[in-house]
């Protein structure tokens, strides 16, 4: 059974920092690619980073402006998200997403805001940036 487990979110103010981790299982991880994706509150997906094991490739949407990295525990097969200087439109509830590699050969495919772009979904964790 594949499962994705999401974890850290919270309540932090403006200029905070939180760590969100994404715990997969259940598949062949280096067969994948898994992403962040967020969704805020009247919102749609909005696609945020994602990660490919194999090679150890990064990618970032544009708003990010280096405040976030994405990086993973090969050990555990932890997704991490590291979220610095958090602003108040940062605030959604993070989803820790996975799509097998098959689906974008030959394509230059990095990361999507689509739910059916992915193969599996965790239960997300939400982030509030407030005062």
């Known amino acids: 059974e594949v499962k994705l487990v999401e974890s850290g979110g919270g309540l932090v103010q403006p200029g905070g920092s939180l760590r969100l981790s994404c715990a997969a299982s259940?598949?062949?991880?280096?067969?994948?690619?898994l992403s962040w994706v967020r969704q805020a509150p009247g919102k749609e997906l909005e696609w945020v980073a994602s990660?490919?094991?194999?090679?150890?490739?990064?990618y970032y949407a544009d708003f990010v402006q280096g405040r976030f990295t994405i990086s993973n525990d090969n050990a555990k097969n932890i997704l991490y998200l590291q979220m610095n200087t958090l602003k108040p439109e940062d605030t959604a509830v993070y989803y820790c997403?996975?799509?097998?590699?098959?689906?974008?050969?030959?394509?230059?495919?990095?990361?999507?805001?689509?739910?059916?772009?992915?193969?599996?979904w965790g239960q997300g964790t939400p982030v509030f940036v407030s005062s």
């Open positions: 990660f490919y094991r194999v090679g150890g490739f990064t």
């Open positions: 997403a996975a799509v097998h590699l098959g689906r974008y050969l030959g394509t230059s495919w990095r990361g999507g805001s689509r739910k059916d772009e992915y193969d599996f």
């Open positions: 259940g598949f062949t991880y280096d067969d994948y690619a």
